[in-house]
């Protein structure tokens, strides 16, 4: 056997050292971790997910406006829900989520990801929105005639 044939046979031998030594040092220290808590807890908030705001929201057809706190329908409209994260390493909420209350009528229809759900809601009702990294569409048909009010709430 020649140097060039050991050199690769050593690297492997000495990553599988080291492995060995970081799983024995982590056994053997593991447990009682009160430090922790304190990385840990910067990942907390990420489950509950961002919150979907109209600045999140555009226009893709229909008749329809959208503010901070609410979205004005006339007939129907459909809403592109951008895209966020991104890139290769990305530490913020994988959803973002709102809560729709119509004050009218309301058909409410999602596209995520290939996947098409609609669910009717009123006066009185929510619908509840989540989407992912790679955002979707949002769809809302007034079933009163005229112009139908959904207010745009924070997820609870």
Avoid: H
């Avoid at 951008?82 to 973002?96: N, V």
């Avoid at 058909?107 to 669910?119: D, N, P, S, W, Y």
Wanted: with cysteine.
């Amino acid at each position: 056997m020649n140097k060039e044939n050991r050199t690769p046979i050593l690297v492997v031998l000495a990553c599988g050292v080291i492995a060995i030594l970081v799983l024995v040092f982590g056994v053997s220290c593991g447990g009682n971790n009160n430090a922790a808590g304190d990385w840990q807890a910067g990942f907390s908030g990420a489950a509950a997910g961002g919150r979907l705001t109209a600045a999140d929201l555009s226009v893709a057809g229909g008749s329809c406006s959208a503010s901070d706190t609410q979205l004005t329908v006339t007939g129907s409209c459909v809403l592109d829900v951008k895209e966020f994260g991104g890139g290769l390493f990305y530490f913020g909420p994988p959803t973002k989520r709102a809560r729709l209350v119509p004050q009218q009528p309301v058909t409410v229809a999602l596209f995520i990801q290939g996947t098409r759900a609609e669910q009717d809601s009123g006066p009185g009702k929510s619908v509840d929105l989540t989407f992912g990294t790679s955002g979707g569409q949002l769809g809302v048909t007034c079933r009163a005639i005229g112009t139908c009010v959904l207010l745009l709430q924070e997820a609870g």
